[in-house]
Each structure stands twice: as C-alpha cells, then as structure tokens.
C-alpha cells in the first residue's frame, strides 16, 4: 500500500507542475498594454504562487513517500537475509550431528 500511495503522489506531482508549466501566463506577461493586463498579471501571480506552493508541499510528501518504500524494502531485505542465515545455520548443524542409533537411540560416533 505504501507503494501505491508513493505512486499516486507521484503523479499527481508530475500532473499539478505539468499543469503549472502550461497554463503560465506568458502571452499576458509580453502584452504591451501594460494598463490593462497589470491587474491579471498580479492575479495570475498569486494563483501560479499558490499554484507552485502546492506542487511543493506534493513533493515534499513524495520524497517522504519514496523514502519509506525503500526504507520498508531494505527491512523486508535484512529480514529475509536473517531468515535464510537462521534456516542455514540450522541446517548446517543437522548435519553435524550424527543420526541417533536405531536400537539405543544414542548418536552413532
């Protein structure tokens, strides 16, 4: 789930900035009617300052998303290296031991 909810973020991420990127208001910001257009201009900033704060706060949560996946990865990984080091062990002192003898039940020398 923790993947899941990285991923999501993710794209959200990549979908809010691509938006940003679009929707700028270049053709505003070159306008020479500089009478008419300062007014949207300071509208559009505020929106696009909103707009990019956002997309921070998104990718400040997807940073700390990814780093729990691969910090959840790596745990899973130590886990399972102890587990298969454990089984190993184990196995390699059963055959150590000689089989016990049929009939006295003791170890064979």
Same mark, same amino acid.
């Given at each position: 789930?923790?993947?899941?909810? !990285? =991923?999501?973020?993710? /794209?959200?991420?990549?979908?809010?900035?691509?938006?940003?990127?679009? !929707? =700028?208001?270049?053709? /505003?910001?070159l306008s020479s009617a500089k009478a008419d257009a300062t007014f949207k201009v300071e509208v559009l900033e505020k929106v696009a300052s909103g707009g990019w704060l956002a997309a921070g706060w998104i990718g400040i949560e997807t940073a700390f998303g990814w780093i729990r996946v691969w910090a959840e990865g790596r745990r899973k990984l130590k886990a399972l290296k102890a587990e298969a080091r454990a089984s190993a062990d184990a196995a390699a002192a059963s055959r150590a031991r000689p089989p016990p003898d049929a009939a006295s039940g003791t170890p064979r020398p």
């Open positions: 789930m923790t993947k899941v909810m !990285a =991923l999501l973020r993710t /794209i959200v991420l990549f979908v809010i900035v691509g938006y940003l990127i679009w !929707a =700028l208001p270049l053709g /505003i910001l």
